[in-house]
């Protein structure tokens, strides 16, 4: 071997001992031996191919967690281990751990690392680090168009996160629970975004991300009345890192931002205090901030349930209450029905973006003291690369990402919609799944770049998923998606999903 060998055998000696010594000292805390610790792991091998006529279709491209692509012809193949953390669910501390890659073809990457984490929970407390696909807490995953605020349509953002599971208020007997979750983290996109941009358009490097939610659960589902009320307030901004050419109102020309990134950057973002460099004579909350409440009503049969959700996104203070009125939402309808070979979900969801506080904006001064909060310019910032990661929006789809821009910018240049979204799915047989996704658009564009009229644009999919008895672990998916409109245009194609799945 030559010396550059020699160095790479050392490295992977010392990675080899530190290994040993984590599971010397897991076996220690955890009261479990190391075979245990790599026991329960779950391996996902996975191979992807989409063909089509103009773009992927939307629903074939949305709500992947990022693992897709706009171009008519892609693939890629994928392998993801995991340790769930329920595999000690029966003790009090507990692990869990995942890494989740893929190679693609005309993809925005070739090599994805879509998860990386590894977690550690002790009773109700659970702490977090790397990059993790969520799991929306409200919202059918499978038949929602996606929440507003955090969705699983962009490539994960690598946290640490504090998690509080749901316990009961003291004296309540379990009427009453409260979720607690918290997190900050970096954005992986930067250079991404600098060669997606064209040369001297708005782009952003090493942005910090922070997280926020409480939820609050009323009711019981196994109560006499198994009624249940939930309620959620969820919050994000993006802080720190730097933007490069701003175009701002204390700038000639485009410049580059460098934001803090102290102590005190950290505090401001997670109170929502401070002011930006940009924001001259008026000052404004530091970074980019928006959350949205949650609201679900469900009632939980013996097979069966029925359930009425409602979210209203807002940007920075406006629309965090009701000064301005409730305008906007996304209201849905959540229905499960008793097993039966036909039909066994129905979700219904219309939403509106269209007033955003209003269409006037006007900061106090001297000769004007009135100041209006109008024009949210929802997902956008004009100092950060609006709500998105590597080009696909965290939140909900239908707010049409920047991948989807010609220009190659990374606006949002269509936030302001209305939409009603529908989803079916059945089990016809044990070994055979399907599901069904048809939304029927009218967009606006934006208030800083409005279309010339309004615009109507659908988007369909019809999906098939077969995991035959004869061949274990392995499932084929099938699905077939149409857009239709001026929007975006007519678009159509089709996604093969070979899949195989086993346990160590």
């Not at 984590?22 to 792991?41: C, H, K, L, N, R």
């Not at 005309?106 to 009773?123: C, D, I, P, R």
């Not at 309808?333 to 097993?339: E, M």
Request: with cysteine.
């Amino acid at each position: 071997y030559n010396r550059k060998n020699m160095t790479a055998v050392m490295r992977i000696k010392r990675f080899i001992v530190c290994l040993v010594g984590f599971a010397s000292m897991a076996d220690s805390v955890w009261g479990q031996g190391v075979s245990e610790i790599f026991s329960g792991v779950e391996v996902t091998t996975e191979a992807q191919g989409s063909l089509g006529d103009g773009k992927t279709p939307l629903w074939l491209n949305a709500n992947k967690y990022g693992l897709s692509s706009l171009d008519e012809k892609n693939c890629y193949i994928r392998v993801a281990a995991a340790r769930p953390i329920v595999v000690d669910s029966m003790k009090n501390w507990r692990l869990g751990y995942g890494l989740d890659l893929a190679v693609a073809a005309n993809h925005s990457s070739t090599f994805v690392v879509n998860q990386a984490y590894v977690e550690g929970s002790y009773k109700k407390f659970l702490i977090t680090a790397g990059a993790k696909r969520r799991v929306p807490l409200l919202s059918n995953q499978m038949l929602s168009s996606g929440p507003m605020t955090y969705g699983w349509n962009s490539l994960p953002i690598p946290q640490l996160s504090l998690d509080i599971d749901w316990f009961s208020v003291p004296w309540t007997n379990d009427f009453w629970k409260i979720k607690i979750h918290g997190s900050y983290g970096m954005t992986t996109d930067g250079d991404w975004q600098k060669s997606f941009v064209r040369k001297g358009e708005h782009y952003t490097g090493n942005v910090l991300y922070h997280e926020k939610a409480i939820y609050l659960k009323f009711g019981k589902e196994d109560a006499r009345i198994p009624l249940t009320y939930e309620l959620g307030l969820q919050m994000g901004a993006q802080f720190g890192g730097t933007s490069y050419n701003v175009f701002g109102r204390v700038f000639e020309e485009p410049t580059t931002v460098k934001h803090p990134v102290n102590f005190r950057a950290f505090i401001n973002a997670l109170i929502s205090q401070g002011t930006d460099e940009t924001d001259g004579s008026s000052k404004n909350t530091a970074g980019n901030h928006f959350g949205s409440w949650i609201m679900r009503l469900k009632w939980h049969g013996s097979n069966w349930s029925v359930a009425g959700r409602f979210e209203r996104y807002f940007e920075d203070q406006s629309m965090m209450f009701v000064q301005y009125g409730i305008y906007d939402h996304l209201l849905g309808a959540d229905i499960t029905l008793p097993d039966n070979p036909y039909l066994s979900a129905v979700t219904i969801e219309h939403m509106s973006t269209r007033d955003q506080s209003g269409a006037i904006l006007h900061d106090a001064a001297k000769n004007i003291p009135d100041k209006m909060n109008g024009m949210d310019n929802y997902y956008n910032h004009n100092l950060y690369s609006g709500y998105q990661h590597r080009g696909q929006a965290n939140g909900n789809p239908l707010l049409l990402s920047p991948i989807y821009n010609d220009n190659h910018s990374l606006v949002f240049f269509n936030n302001r919609l209305t939409a009603w979204h529908f989803g079916l799915s059945g089990n016809p047989l044990k070994w055979l799944n399907w599901r069904a996704l048809a939304t029927f658009t009218r967009n606006w564009g934006s208030y800083d770049a409005p279309l010339d009229d309004p615009t109507n644009q659908q988007y369909f999919l019809l999906e098939a998923s077969a995991n035959p008895s004869l061949f274990k672990g392995w499932q084929a998916v099938v699905g077939i998606g149409i857009d239709k409109g001026k929007l975006i245009g007519n678009n159509s194609g089709v996604q093969l999903t070979i899949r195989k799945t086993f346990k160590l």
